[in-house]
């Protein structure tokens, strides 16, 4: 471990499945070059920059710029300091993988705490050099100060003598009100060369030798491959292989258009399977028939079924919503990149699982998983569908049999057709008031297939811990109700799905929204003063593992409610019908979050949403600007799910192919956002997923505002 010594290194906790590692790293001129590792978390050089190697995959969501932040401000750098660069998987990082809106708050501790570990010895290096009491120095801004006579030295000048020192047991960390940068609005660090076009992104790996390829798969769910001609594929100038693989067939070529073009060429003849008669529309009605029959609960306080037999009918409400397949539609469609040779393997990809990615192109290609290589980049839209890795073993099997490196890339037809999904849910809701109108009974009764990237075992089925996690936003749900059941029917689908923004989030909140603006008509109380009715009382509830803080949630319903002009008159005379809707949720027990929506309603039933107001607390805001960012974009992608989004079978075939047939929010479409920022916390909490689930509700309350009318099913539409 050359002269540093194994005092010089120090483990600090885990993050996204490996250790990380402190380490005061002195000027390689110095002879300590063989001490810098490829897997380290921090290193300091002799020019005083820091170098930190993030574990988690950039997407859109800006941590490349918020853990600099948080690690220049507890280390006391100018944040332009930090450098930061991708971990690569190896004895340090073992598993990397990122979702769940977790990466800056799984972070915050352990970074936090290498941090002022590396600060403190800084500090005593330079008490040491001075030959000054400890109390008599400080950090600031890349410095040690001797108090007492301003003297400084450079952060740089001192990493050899505090790579020397011990290791503090427990650095002090700052206060939150000592933070500098903390809390700031920072721009993107990354921003100027993802708008220009310079950033590098999956579909711009080149590699030696590189040839494209397409794969032909069968365009019916479950549906295998039983012959093909490739003659007339062979035939296209630029095409150099045509290889079968598990998935298909594969054309290999000079370049993209004669891969596609050989792939359209291709004869082949399919077996459909099993599944080839899946009907989206058939399976909707099983799903509202399931929701119907009594299934395994999640939650059970009082006795709502009692409850409810025994309300008045008058005062007794029932309802079904529904929310439609889901495809993720990311800008960039899925590729990867891949080399294979002397039974070694080399991937690049867009991924949000590089350890997934390694483990499953090994099994694939029947390789050990140290002879496989994956580096990331950043993605172009993850939304969860990176965490399938499917996209990434296609190429490797492609690369294998062509003996060429190969850059596969798929559709946006292959991404709309070929992915996984979001399931398709039916939510049967019944709920019962009493004399002050409030509710005295709720029933929320899911009916939808698991996601079966991850299959349950059968005894999870009927194991309410483990049918919560299909139940966020209707298990959680936070309002102060004396009988509450809330069940799960289990309704098998051939639907390959998985992880979507904000996971089962979404259509649990619209049914659970929608259906408390429904008690509130019938209770003929406002939509908001409803809410808060049912929020006071004893300020925070213990809900399975989950701890909700009431007050928190009633301040975001103000604050959006008092921003968004709640209860004033909106625009009349342009012939449309206007009105306002709200909604909200609490994420993972964490984040906070309130959005009015502000919609109106042509003749023809055509919906144009105005305005979106949202009220969020995610803690502690490390960097507002990047707040503001997330929440704009989740309240985009949860409008144009609502909206537009739906994916439909017919025959085993998804009908849906593009943008045009599965459209999303465009400029001319999109909504004036406000982002109102409460900072309810000293940590700070997930911002990725919490701004979808509340947008589908709030915009379907909006329209019944408008018109008297109540959607129960995504897409909303009124013609």
Request: glycine fraction near 10%.
């Amino acid at each position: 471990m050359s002269g540093l010594g194994r005092r010089a290194f120090l483990k600090v906790g885990g993050l996204a499945g490996g250790a990380l590692v402190l380490r005061i790293a002195p000027d390689a001129a110095r002879g300590a070059a063989a001490a810098f590792q490829p897997n380290e978390w921090l290193a300091i050089d002799s020019n005083g920059k820091a170098t930190l190697t993030a574990a988690g995959s950039e997407m859109g969501q800006g941590i490349r710029t918020s853990m600099p932040m948080i690690l220049a401000d507890e280390l006391e750098l100018e944040w332009s300091d930090v450098t930061v660069v991708s971990a690569q998987l190896g004895p340090t990082f073992k598993n990397l993988s990122t979702g769940g809106s977790d990466s800056v708050s799984s972070a915050w501790l352990p970074m936090r705490r290498a941090a002022a570990a590396a600060r403190e010895m800084l500090v005593a290096a330079g008490a040491q050099a001075w030959s000054a009491p400890v109390s008599e120095c400080r950090a600031e801004r890349g410095h040690v100060v001797h108090v007492p006579t301003g003297r400084r030295r450079r952060y740089g000048s001192l990493v050899a003598a505090a790579a020397r020192l011990p290791l503090p047991k427990e650095p002090r960390l700052k206060e939150p009100r000592e933070f500098r940068i903390i809390g700031t609005r920072v721009r993107r660090v990354d921003g100027a060369t993802i708008v220009t076009g310079r950033a590098q992104y999956g579909l711009d790996v080149r590699v030696p030798g590189m040839k494209v390829a397409t794969l032909l798969r069968c365009p019916v769910l479950g549906g295998r491959l039983e012959s093909f001609d490739a003659a007339a594929a062979r035939a296209v100038p630029g095409v150099r292989d045509v290889v079968q693989v598990s998935n298909g067939v594969a054309v290999v070529a000079d370049e993209t258009w004669p891969a596609l073009k050989g792939r359209d060429a291709l004869v082949v003849r399919w077996q459909p399977g099993p599944d080839g008669l899946f009907d989206s529309q058939a399976f909707r009605e099983r799903l509202k028939a399931a929701c119907g029959q009594p299934g395994p609960h999640s939650r059970h306080d009082g006795d709502a079924m009692a409850a409810l037999v025994a309300s008045d009918p008058g005062r007794r409400l029932e309802a079904v919503y529904e929310y439609a397949f889901q495809a993720h539609a990311t800008l960039e469609p899925m590729n990867a990149t891949a080399v294979v040779r002397d039974g070694r393997c080399e991937v690049w990809t867009p991924t949000q699982a590089l350890g997934r990615t390694r483990a499953r192109v090994a099994e694939r290609l029947k390789l050990r998983p140290e002879d496989v290589t994956v580096h990331g980049s950043l993605l172009g839209g993850g939304f969860g569908r990176r965490l399938n890795v499917d996209y990434a073993v296609e190429a490797a099997e492609i690369a294998q049999a062509a003996r060429v490196p190969v850059q596969l890339i798929w559709t946006r037809a292959d991404d709309m057709q070929h992915g996984h999904y979001h399931p398709a849910s039916a939510h049967r809701m019944a709920g019962a008031i009493g004399s002050d109108g409030r509710p005295v009974a709720w029933l929320h009764r899911k009916a939808g297939s698991l996601l079966s990237l991850y299959p349950p075992k059968p005894e999870e089925l009927t194991d309410p811990a483990y049918l919560r996690d299909s139940m966020w936003g209707a298990y959680d749900i936070p309002y102060r109700i004396p009988n509450v059941r809330i069940e799960y029917v289990y309704v098998p689908s051939p639907v390959v799905s998985g992880p979507w923004r904000a996971v089962y989030s979404p259509p649990c909140t619209f049914a659970r929204e929608s259906f408390l603006d429904e008690l509130a008509h019938l209770a003929g109380i406002d939509p908001l003063a409803y809410r808060l009715a049912l929020l006071d009382g004893e300020p925070s509830v213990q809900i399975g593992e989950l701890r909700i803080d009431r007050s928190r949630y009633r301040e975001v319903l103000r604050l959006a409610a008092a921003k968004a002009g709640w209860g004033t008159t909106l625009p009349a005379g342009d012939g449309r019908r206007h009105g306002r809707g709200i909604a909200g949720n609490v994420y993972a027990g964490q984040t906070y979050v309130a959005q009015v929506a502000e919609v109106s309603v042509g003749a023809e039933g055509d919906v144009r949403v105005h305005r979106v107001v949202c009220a969020i607390d995610p803690g502690l805001p490390v960097n507002p600007l990047g707040i503001e960012g997330q929440v704009e974009s989740g309240i985009t992608f949860g409008l144009s799910a609502c909206l537009y989004g739906e994916i439909t079978w017919i025959a085993g075939r998804a009908q849906q192919s593009s943008y045009r047939y599965y459209p999303v929010v465009r400029l001319r479409d999109a909504p004036s956002i406000e982002v109102h920022i409460v900072r309810g916390a000293d940590t700070p909490a997930g911002m990725g997923e919490p701004p979808v689930p509340p947008t589908a509700p709030a915009v379907a309350n909006a329209i019944f505002a408008a018109t008297g009318r109540r959607l129960r099913r995504t897409p909303l539409r009124l013609s």
